[in-house]
């Protein structure tokens, strides 16, 4: 029987069991990612989850052919374009071939994970009890980085105050890439944003909805300002300048309402929450000059770029930095973010089929046209991925995001808040981070097919996949 595309497609309910190993494995899986030296447990949740996950898809295959499981299609479509590209059109098939074989077999792994938990998190939609103890698993995979940051940070510095040694894998290295176990600031912002993001939305969301109360809110109250605390730390200023645009939405989607419900001891909880946060961010803004030279700074990458040839070196300082209108050397990262920007836009006009690196198409074209120059990444996930796989790869995953944000809204509670409020904030932090590499185009990748499965139109069947995924659990 075909089904029809705007019909209610009825979902078999796997085990319970199941759905909760999958969501400890997604919540063990997002907070390793971030870790160096992991590789273990990162494929071991992947393809555990990956093939538990088989036990929900295979039963349920007929929910997957609807129009919101268009974004989907587009991740598989966006694997088949990698895959044309390695063999058709890219020009370094060795380090193309490498990047296949290691980065996307673990992105076409998490695929069929991220569908099989989606599905099972569907199919208990209508079930309170057991939604609230699958979102609690997620919801706390999405801290783990936050906790294992603060966790990093209070034994380094007790460890420094009273002279004892830290083992390797609990040192904050000060440095971030400086010794085997350094993450970069970078890693963080990825992270750890998505839990804020979510914290915020929810806490808007019980607002609107009348439902909110300070004790079932505050945990997500609570990792607004902590989460916030570590771009502090970190003086990351981009991470600081996302959390203080999450906050901005947030007053501006609440704010009214609560006035015009006269919910004042609501509105004090949360002014609180956010005036914290936002004490919190500003320090951080007035702790980082390059925010006042940024105009300047700009003007100078603009005007100048096929003049200066400084930004060629990645800060190698070979010729130094030229000056600003205000007599002073340029930002080096407010100069080289512009002028790579620049540069990487007119490689892609000349490459719209991209070089097919992931990560070093922005060096390699730089190194082609001048072979002396010291490039590696573009600082914009965004660019670097277009430069790698095009025009057309960027149009695949930009359009999926799209869609998959558009179709979360009729996501049901609380899992709309995946889609609706992280996904754009990590689609910002690609737009000016350098995260074009493995870990994050793969958590980047997951999120999107989970979203945009826990969006399709089901309706949920007391009837249970079959007596096979009860046995392969126990």
Known sequence: MTANLNSLLEIR??????????????????????????????????????????????PNWRVLIQRRAAPIALIVLLLIWVSIHLFFIGVDYEGQYAEYTKIWKKIALSIPFALGLGLGLLSYANDPVKTRRYWNLIFFGFLLPAITYFVKWFVTLMGQKYGFPVPIYLILDPDHMGSQMGISRAWYVFFCLPAVAISIGLVVTRLKNKTFSFFNSFLYLACIPLTLLIFYIENDRLGTFFGLALIVIAFVSIG????????????????????????????????????LTLVSDTKVAIQQIDHLDNWRYNRIQIKGYPLNELGQPV?????????????????????????????????????EKWPDSEMSWSHSAWLDFTLGYGVPGLLLLATAIFL????????PAPWFL?????????????????????????????????????????????RKCSDISKKAIG
Not at 335 to 360: C, H, K, Q
């Open 418 to 462: 995946i889609g609706r409020w992280s996904l754009p904030m990590l689609s910002a932090v690609f737009l000016v981070k350098e995260i074009s590499s493995e870990v994050f185009i793969n958590a980047f990748i997951f999120l999107i097919v989970l979203a945009s499965t826990l969006s399709l139109r089901v309706e949920a069947s007391p």
């Open 256 to 291: 009214m309402a609560v006035i015009r419900n006269r919910s004042w001891l609501i509105l004090l909880i949360f002014l609180v929450v956010m005036f914290s946060s936002a004490t919190i961010l500003w320090v951080s803004f007035k702790q980082n000059a390059q925010w």
């Open 13 to 58: 309910r796997p085990s319970s069991v199941l759905v909760t190993v999958l969501c400890a494995l997604s919540a063990i899986l997002y907070g390793v990612w971030i870790l160096p030296n992991t590789i273990f447990i990162r494929n071991f949740c992947l393809i555990v989850g990956a093939g538990l996950s088989l036990l929900i898809i295979v």
């Open 404 to 411: 998959t944000w558009r179709n979360s809204g009729k996501s």
């Open 331 to 367: 930002s080096a990262s407010n100069y080289e973010r512009i002028s790579w920007a620049i540069v990487g836009t007119r490689f892609v006009a000349e490459r719209p089929l991209g070089y097919g690196l992931l990560s070093l198409s922005f060096g390699r074209l730089c190194k």
